[in-house]
């Protein structure tokens, strides 16, 4: 991959400390559970602050919609800050970045413990999210450092599965301690575990294994650019989101679509003008990372289907209780760990694209088979292919991750795993709006713009959300089917790295 390798060679190299060496295989294990504690803590907080919303909203006298300006705030700070923060974390070294992240994050959650407004908790809230931005830029590529390439696969596949073990373990740590304690033991209690993290990182995490900067001198940070960044995302999110649930043709939202295509558009330009750019473009001319991070798109718009839509099918529509619908949640997040532990392992051995493809053949037949429940579906049917959707997701992650890292130079591996993660939030955010989209639609179109909790008692909105879940999958399944064109397209080309 010429481009790349010219990247490679304009970049300072790191010391050379090579992970496949016998003598440090007892490393990349330890130096994988300061990250990936920290990943399962930082995972875990998105869940726990949706469960306490409407605990924080009543403790303070507002309403629900007051108090989602938290996951707003969040949400925001987290996605425009990534990218240029994984920027930061290449140029003044990954542990030193890794471990600010980690006390942001940790502080900032005791700081939550003891707000007394919702100003100073959103305050606080984005001081969190500003750690966990950190943490989350740099974890793809400080795993990935620290295994040999030859075990890429693995190392990702565990990355994953602590990403899923923190999803399923916010529903649970939340759902518990809300029952005996009030919300602000849940910021303690995500403090502890950060604590045990950063303090294992100061330990065992060493820059030179980790693929921090090593030259002499650093290259002048590309301030422009990482402001337009951050606002071109903002600005796309909120205006996909709509979180003030504004009028698609109203004025703002089309300013909004506006500024924000045009903030990109000048972004782009302005890298592929200044001489020290954020983002190096170039990347993007080499094939397999081009076709990974638009496979990873899709296939998280196709996620965030399941994830957003299906608890409201379990509890609104059914009317089944709570912890029954975590528990058939739960079956996705079990799935998804074990595919990405067995398949990430695999692709190590006979390469990325057949897991790919697979994973996404597999979420067009649960896709088809979740757009056909209807009022009498079983739960047991339910939770197998929720069980299945999730070792499908797993199938095609850790690999595609894998394809991703395996296509860069060292160098640039905080930057891409801030690109990797920022990927995946911009695909959650756009599958949710288009289903949200498709299935309010189907049912204003039907007469009904009722309250979601209104459903099981009124019959006939509930046929009409139904339909509007059908097409809302249908659409779903294709945008997944283009995900599997694009996974068959990430096989390199004659001077790209093999990947693959």
């Not at 003044?92 to 600010?100: N, S, Y």
């Not at 109203?250 to 506006?258: L, Q, R, T, Y």
Request: aromatic residues 12%; glycine residues 10%.
């Amino acid at each position: 991959m010429a481009d790349t390798q010219t990247i490679a060679q304009s970049a300072p190299k790191t010391p050379a400390w090579d992970p496949a060496a016998p003598e440090n295989a007892w490393y990349k294990w330890r130096a994988f559970w300061a990250v990936g504690l920290s990943l399962v803590t930082m995972v875990m907080s998105f869940s726990i602050i949706f469960l306490a919303l409407p605990a924080i909203a009543e403790d303070f006298g507002i309403t629900f919609k007051e108090a989602s300006l938290l996951v707003i705030a969040q949400s925001l700070t987290i996605s425009s800050l990534m990218v240029p923060l994984g920027k930061v974390a290449d140029m003044i070294g990954r542990k030193k970045f890794h471990l600010i992240g980690m006390a942001l994050f940790g502080g900032g959650a005791i700081a939550c413990a003891f707000a007394t407004s919702l100003t100073f908790l959103i305050i606080t809230r984005v001081i969190m999210s500003i750690g966990s931005s950190m943490g989350q830029s740099v974890s793809t590529a400080i795993t990935t450092s620290v295994f040999p390439a030859s075990e890429r696969g693995k190392a990702l596949g565990s990355q994953t599965t602590a990403v899923a073990i923190g999803g399923a373990a916010g529903t649970v740590v939340s759902g518990v301690t809300l029952q005996f304690l009030p919300w602000q033991a849940l910021f303690i209690f995500m403090a502890i575990p950060t604590a045990v993290a950063f303090f294992w990182g100061l330990y065992i995490l060493k820059d030179e294994r980790i693929g921090s900067f090593s030259g002499e001198k650093r290259p002048p940070y590309d301030w422009l650019g990482a402001a337009l960044s951050a606002v071109a995302t903002a600005i796309i999110i909120l205006t996909i989101t709509n979180p003030f649930a504004l009028a698609w043709g109203s004025p703002i939202i089309i300013a909004g679509a506006f500024t924000g295509i045009a903030t990109l558009i000048v972004f782009v330009w302005w890298q592929l003008k200044t001489p020290n750019p954020m983002v190096d473009l170039r990347l993007f001319k080499n094939k397999v990372f081009k076709y990974s991070i638009i496979t990873r798109y899709l296939a998280f718009m196709r996620s965030s289907a399941t994830l957003f839509v299906l608890p409201i099918y379990l509890v609104a529509f059914r009317g089944w209780p709570e912890i029954l619908a975590s528990g058939v949640m739960l079956m996705m997040a079990i799935g998804m760990g074990i595919g990405a532990q067995v398949f990430g392992r695999l692709s190590d051995r006979y390469g990325v694209r057949p897991f790919m493809m697979g994973g996404f053949f597999f979420l067009v037949l649960t896709g088809i088979a979740l757009a056909t429940l209807d009022d009498t579906s079983n739960v047991i049917y339910i939770a197998v292919v929720v069980l299945i959707n999730g070792l499908a997701m797993g199938a095609w992650s850790a690999p595609n991750a894998s394809a991703t890292m395996g296509s860069v130079p060292q160098s640039a591996y905080g930057l891409v795993s801030a690109i990797i993660n920022l990927t995946r939030n911009l695909g959650n955010v756009s599958g949710q709006a288009i289903i949200t989209a498709i299935i309010a639609g189907v049912m204003i179109a039907r007469g009904f713009n009722i309250p979601l909790g209104e459903l099981e008692d009124t019959p006939e909105a509930g046929f009409a959300f139904m339909d509007g879940w059908k097409y809302a999958y249908l659409a779903a399944t294709g945008v997944v089917a283009l995900a599997f064109i694009t996974s068959f397209l990430t096989k390199p080309g004659k001077n790209e790295s093999q990947a693959t």
